[in-house]
């Protein structure tokens, strides 16, 4: 979508894109205020927006919503420039306007998983397809006594004991391959300690379907372990008795 106004805002072009974006037709738009396409909160910016721009041979660009002429609200990308005359002076402005509403719902769901990463009890991470760690959560820093900036960098085989290397390569590849890695197994904390943990990869896919990284979660399986085995101590001795 393309439009011209003058200083004071008075929209002076309309182009078609303008019409498919925004819904109103060039002879329902032109002569009238700029401020029609835009929700109460927006207007405030009208004029120093446009003051900016005629004074500004770069012109300048900002992000906003604008109001549809059947009500609905899109979110947009304004790219500003002046119009000179033949004295160089600004004499109007022109704006492209570019609907980004997919991409402000895709940021605002990528916004609201991190938060439920970075709030969740399970420690959860993401690696490249090869084991380096790009994230870390909260729960894993608990977990494993590691800060994200000790372990970012770092391969996730760093967590695992020598005898257990093998088992992380393995869920990698199987990862890589598609599937989804799930097994019991042991993880050393910063401080040397063994956490008995169940370990859960699954890949993590870019918007072409391709696999470009791991998103692993491990949970405390500890205290579980010593309850069974308890069970299995007393049943035991039962039979014994």
């Not at 899109?74 to 119009?83: C, E, K, L, R, T």
């Not at 598609?178 to 890949?203: F, H, M, N, Q, W």
Request: hydrophobic share 40%.
């Amino acid at each position: 979508a393309i439009v011209a106004n003058a200083p004071d805002g008075t929209i002076l072009t309309w182009n078609r894109g303008a019409q498919a974006l925004l819904g109103y037709t060039a002879e329902e738009a032109i002569g009238r205020h700029v401020s029609m396409l835009m929700p109460p909160q927006e207007q405030l910016h009208v004029a120093a927006f446009i003051a900016q721009v005629l004074k500004t041979p770069a012109g300048a660009q900002r992000e906003g919503r604008l109001i549809c002429k059947d009500g609905r609200q899109v979110d947009v990308s304004i790219m500003a420039n002046s119009i000179v005359d033949f004295a160089g002076e600004a004499t109007a402005m022109a704006a492209i306007v570019r609907d980004i509403t997919e991409r402000k719902q895709a940021e605002e769901s990528r916004s609201l998983l991190a938060s439920i990463v970075e709030s969740s009890d399970l420690a959860i991470s993401a690696t490249t397809p090869e084991g380096t760690i790009l994230s870390w959560n909260k729960a894993s820093e608990v977990l494993f006594g590691y800060t994200a900036d000790e372990i970012i960098g770092r391969n996730i085989s760093a967590l695992a004991p020598p005898d257990r290397l093998e088992e992380v390569r393995q869920s990698l590849a199987k990862v890589q391959a598609g599937g989804i890695s799930r097994y019991e197994t042991v993880r050393l904390a910063k401080d040397g300690r063994r956490i008995d943990v169940i370990s859960i990869g699954t890949p993590i896919r870019n918007s072409q379907g391709e696999i470009v990284g791991v998103a692993v979660i491990a949970r405390d399986i500890g205290v579980r372990l010593r309850a069974e085995q308890s069970l299995r101590d007393s049943e035991e001795r039962f039979r014994d008795a």
